[in-house]
């Protein structure tokens, strides 16, 4: 008998006692994904024979097992350190090691048209504001090149865009989000800090309805900001950065809201009374818009945020009322693709860039 | 429960072990009866019924088929076997095939109602087989019967090749079921064993399960993209499957069973007939053993020898599954291996241009996989036509989902096409007690095991393909 095979026979149960011994121990690195932890299911005997009940264990013993942080972290240091690959399929890594979603998008182009619909034909264009973080632009082409590119969207919403843009590029709205691009954006992932997102929201707002934004109605709160591609990757990131909240004082409500994965969805709001951005605005968008609307909703009387790349919507688009004004978030991979990107493209390479 | 989920590598394997190893030997067996059913029911729930009839059912006919041998009564040897194979030919028919044959049977017009909702209990392929095999080898006098309901449950629920195999033939196991050794030398060749598999299964199959999976889902093919892809699940599903075989058998070394080998360097053979010696070994005997044998072997004509070849080929594709892809694939290899032995061509020692005949029947194998992976025959046909349409020999859409890693893991994968005819890994690892055995064993253990063991941990594993044959 060869020594050897004892020991690591005493080697594999050591490695697989290692995540009970850390349990026992308390030892679990913090969450790693956005959510709640799920609860374990209680012991209920009428189900020892339902395979859903050890399922439910399952699921519970795999979020909950000490080694599961560090399993995805090393799943994510090897695949995206070493090979500069995403493990998930969510991600996609871009120029420059930043981070983003790749946008598996279900069927904007609907979407997209119904946004457009309403305002260029009856000479609103100034009404459709486009939001572009310039930081992005350039790496639009850089992200959507290895990956497939959907068809375009319905030819007559195209041409409208595309005229729209080409007749007055300096028309579309740029908010500028200074140039301190790492205090903007997370230092990988390609979304807005809440520091962004607030010089977003207030180029925004100014843009739309100059001399509206109070300064004042922001309070600053600590908050703990999980990159969210990061966090898809399965890198553990729990530092806390400085957030803030919006309180402006006015009459506020959240009609319907549906959220999923932490992100939201869509949602319909109203504000009654105080100085605010009159009519219906629609918001069309993802996850930098999505992120956006605590901070704005309070500047609109009503405001429809709709994710552009989320299946489920659940109205019927045509119910809803006609809009004043439109906001398309043109920050996503999604937007150049779906609207045959080389055009699109070359007219953002055109637009004027600020750096201040 | 999969073998390389979080609940089975650090719960229940631990836990089954250790109770294991404290219990006295009369004892032994309960344990593992009691282990494999929570193993069973954990994904199978009340369908542990269905298992539960086989048992019973063999377990009762062992002692006719005993009787039967003792007294050499060959009529009632035929009423225990014909019992036996009835209720558990029965079984999977109505749970694997029902469904389909009606489906079938509606689409020819001759049948008008609706199909029934059967769920298929996992590993039903797999236990029905092993319990036949015990009534047929008792009632053949092979073995006696066992008198201990406890001895012949661990035979056919035995967890680590319950649900995927290896199929082992009663004849092969008989003296283990009743006394077997247990001591820390097993427990360290099953640990090795069962890490190779474990590192087969999480760092290559599962890899390669995404590249597979999204150019068998594609409707646009590229020609580089479907031959990327049936590659990758050439890789994948031998991987996956060895991966589990060596699995089982490290598992049940460390319970002290010798489960027989399922793979000998399958994409190595130098002709079809050579590698269904090589690729799931167990299902092959069985058939050979139970089958084939009995209806004539290659005893006789040649057109009866070759109408039981094709026979067995097709209940081989037929086993595999409820679809047509199955069968056609079962006749697409029973058509290769007749071909080969009419024209003299099976050259079972690779003596004869052995890199032609390896890539040759290297390529015949991957084109079989097309028919085997593809949900229906027509997408079969449409996978088989990119793969010589050369209009664009790019990658297409499969480019989204190839990772850096997937490719370097493809390559590497690939290399097992090269390797000698004759060197199994599994094999090789556990019983080599040179310096380089040392050290392959030290490189598996601390590098590979531990990086495998945090790929399970992530939660990001995919089921095993053979739970659903």
């Known amino acids: 008998m060869r020594p050897d095979l004892r020991l690591w026979s005493l080697w594999l149960f050591a490695l697989l006692l290692i995540p009970i011994g850390m349990s026992a121990a308390d030892i679990r690195p913090n969450a790693v994904e956005s959510g709640a932890l799920v609860l374990g299911p209680e012991f209920e005997p009428d189900r020892l024979l339902d395979d859903d009940y050890y399922r439910e264990i399952d699921f519970f013993l795999e979020e909950r097992t000490a080694s599961r942080g560090i399993g995805l972290w090393t799943r994510a240091a090897i695949d995206y350190q070493l090979f500069n690959d995403s493990p998930s399929r969510e991600v996609a890594v871009g120029e420059g090691d930043w981070l983003f979603g790749r946008g598996w998008i279900d069927n904007p182009c609907d979407k997209i048209d119904l946004a457009l619909r309403p305002a260029i034909p009856a000479g609103q264009e100034d009404a459709v504001t486009f939001l572009i973080p310039l930081p992005k632009i350039h790496w639009l082409a850089d992200l959507v090149e290895p990956h497939d590119r959907p068809p375009a969207c319905a030819p007559d919403a195209r041409e409208r865009l595309l005229e729209r843009i080409a007749a007055d590029p300096s028309g579309v709205a740029l908010p500028t989000i200074g140039a301190d691009p790492e205090g903007s954006f997370y230092e990988?992932?390609?979304?807005?800090?809440?520091?962004?997102?607030?010089?977003?929201?207030?180029?925004?707002?100014?843009?739309?309805a100059p001399g509206l934004w109070e300064a004042e109605a922001v309070i600053p709160a600590p908050v703990l900001e999980l990159n969210t591609l990061r966090r898809f990757l399965g890198y553990r990131d729990d530092r806390s950065v400085d957030g803030f909240v919006v309180d402006r004082g006015v009459d506020f409500d959240i009609a319907e809201q549906t959220t999923g994965l932490g992100l939201l969805i869509w949602q319909r709001s109203r504000v009654s009374g105080g100085p605010v951005i009159p009519g219906t605005t629609y918001m069309f968008?993802?996850?930098?818009?999505?992120?956006?609307?605590?901070?704005?909703?309070?500047?609109?009387?009503?405001?429809?945020?709709?994710?552009?790349?989320?299946?489920?919507?659940?109205?019927?688009?045509?119910?809803?009322?006609?809009?004043?004004?439109?906001?398309?978030?043109?920050?996503?991979?999604?937007?150049?693709?779906?609207?045959?990107?080389?055009?699109?493209?070359?007219?953002?390479?055109?637009l004027p860039v600020d750096d201040g | 429960m999969v073998f390389s989920s979080i609940t089975f590598l650090f719960f229940?394997?631990?836990?089954?072990?250790?109770?294991?190893?404290?219990?006295?030997?009369?004892?032994?067996?309960?344990?593992?009866?009691?282990?494999?059913?929570?193993?069973?029911?954990?994904?199978?729930?009340?369908?542990v019924g269905v298992l539960a009839v086989s048992v019973v059912v063999d377990y009762g006919l062992g002692f006719v088929a005993g009787r039967a041998a003792a007294n050499d009564d060959t009529r009632l040897r035929r009423i225990a076997i014909t019992l036996s194979v009835v209720t558990n030919l029965g079984l999977l028919a109505w749970f694997k095939y029902a469904t389909w044959l009606i489906e079938n049977a509606t689409d020819a017009g001759l049948y008008t109602g609706s199909a029934p909702n059967v769920v298929l209990p996992i590993g039903i392929s797999f236990f029905t087989f092993q319990s036949m095999s015990y009534t047929i080898d008792v009632a053949r006098g092979r073995c006696e019967h066992l008198v201990n309901p406890i001895d012949f449950a661990v035979y056919v629920t035995l967890f680590p090749q319950l649900i995927a195999g290896p199929i082992v033939r009663f004849h092969e196991i008989e003296p283990q079921i009743r006394n077997r050794r247990f001591d820390m030398a097993q427990v360290g060749e099953g640990a090795i064993r069962f890490s190779h598999g474990l590192a087969k299964k999480l760092i290559v199959a599962d890899t390669l399960a995404p590249v597979a999976d999204a150019a068998f889902a594609s409707d646009d093919l590229t020609m580089g993209a479907a031959w990327i892809g049936v590659l990758a699940y050439t890789m994948q599903i031998y991987f996956d499957f060895s991966g589990y075989s060596d699995m089982a058998i490290g598992l049940g070394r460390m319970f002290g069973f010798t489960i027989p080998e399922n793979f000998n360097r399958p994409y190595s053979a130098v002709s079809i007939t050579d590698f269904w010696r090589r690729w799931h070994i167990t299902l092959s005997n069985w058939f050979r053993d139970y089958l084939y044998i009995p209806l004539g072997g290659s005893r006789g004509s040649s057109g009866a020898a070759y109408r039981n070849l094709m026979v067995v080929f097709f209940l081989t594709g037929l086993w595999?599954?409820?679809?047509?892809?199955?069968?056609?694939?079962?006749?697409?290899?029973?058509?290769?291996?007749l071909a080969e032995r009419r024209f003299g061509l099976r050259n079972l020692d690779g003596s004869r241009s052995?890199?032609?005949?390896?890539?040759?029947?290297?390529?015949?194998?991957?084109?079989?996989?097309?028919?085997?992976?593809?949900?229906?025959?027509?997408?079969?046909?449409?996978?088989?036509?990119?793969?010589?349409?050369?209009?664009?020999?790019?990658?297409?859409?499969?480019?989204?989902?190839?990772?850096?890693?997937?490719?370097?893991?493809?390559?590497?994968a690939m290399l097992v096409v090269l390797v000698p005819r004759n060197f199994?890994?599994?094999?090789?690892?556990?019983?080599?007690?040179?310096?380089?055995?040392?050290?392959?064993?030290?490189?598996?253990?601390?590098?590979?095991?531990?990086?495998?063991?945090?790929?399970?941990?992530?939660?990001?594993?995919?089921?095993?393909?053979?739970?659903?044959?």
Not at chain 1, 191 to 208: C, V
Not at chain 2, 14 to 29: F, K
């Open chain 2, 12 to 47: 229940f394997l631990p836990a089954t072990v250790g109770l294991y190893a404290l219990a006295t030997r009369q004892l032994r067996n309960a344990v593992l009866l009691f282990a494999s059913v929570v193993f069973y029911i954990w994904g199978s729930g009340t369908l």
């Open chain 1, 285 to 350: 968008g993802d996850s930098q818009l999505a992120f956006m609307v605590p901070d704005i909703e309070q500047y609109f009387e009503e405001l429809i945020f709709i994710g552009w790349l989320r299946t489920g919507f659940p109205l019927d688009l045509d119910s809803l009322p006609q809009p004043d004004r439109v906001i398309v978030e043109a920050v996503e991979a999604a937007v150049p693709r779906a609207f045959a990107t080389p055009m699109l493209l070359d007219v953002m390479e055109r």
């Open chain 2, 354 to 412: 052995p890199g032609v005949r390896r890539a040759s029947t290297f390529l015949i194998v991957v084109v079989g996989w097309v028919l085997f992976r593809s949900d229906s025959l027509g997408d079969a046909g449409s996978y088989l036509v990119s793969m010589v349409s050369f209009d664009d020999l790019g990658l297409g859409l499969l480019a989204r989902t190839t990772s850096t890693r997937a490719v370097l893991t493809l390559c590497a």
């Open chain 1, 188 to 208: 990988q992932d390609s979304h807005w800090s809440p520091l962004g997102r607030l010089r977003a929201a207030e180029a925004l707002i100014d843009h739309i």
């Open chain 2, 320 to 337: 595999h599954g409820a679809n047509w892809t199955f069968v056609v694939w079962g006749i697409y290899h029973g058509s290769w291996l």
């Open chain 2, 424 to 469: 199994t890994t599994g094999p090789f690892l556990v019983t080599e007690s040179t310096r380089t055995g040392d050290a392959a064993r030290a490189v598996l253990m601390v590098a590979v095991l531990p990086f495998a063991l945090l790929l399970a941990a992530s939660g990001a594993f995919s089921p095993f393909l053979y739970f659903q044959f």
